[in-house]
């Protein structure tokens, strides 16, 4: 099993990033996804999560109305769309997936929201 993140960096406040989690060694479209992020000095929170067929999406309160939890299955691909970011938004972000009753997550990716 292997989860991949990219899309990470630099934004200023009120702008928009995609991020990406490529997914491989296991049936990417039968299990539901997730995006956690955890900043410093902070517990890893819970932001997105979507179901296998992309019909149940789960937000965090935080991030209702900014982010967009999507994925591609053909491609074993899950998106985390962020606009209108906010400072508090910068952590590392990671994808999440629990397979077989262990959780599975990415290297993750650093997102930075700053001026």
């Known amino acids: 099993v292997q989860l991949v993140e990219s899309g990470g960096g630099l934004v200023q406040p009120g702008g928009s990033l995609r991020l990406s989690c490529a997914a491989s060694?296991?049936?990417?479209?039968?299990?539901?996804m997730s995006w956690y992020r955890q900043a410093p000095g902070k517990e890893r929170e819970l932001v997105a999560a979507i179901s296998s067929g992309g019909i149940t999406i789960e937000y965090a309160d935080f991030v209702k109305g900014r982010f967009t939890i999507s994925r591609d299955n053909a491609k074993s691909t899950v998106y985390l769309q962020m606009n209108s970011v906010k400072p508090e938004d910068t952590a590392v972000y990671y994808c999440q997936s629990t397979l077989w009753g262990f959780q599975y997550w990415g290297q993750g990716t650093q997102v930075t929201v700053s001026s």
């Open positions: 060694g296991f049936t990417f479209s039968t299990y539901v």
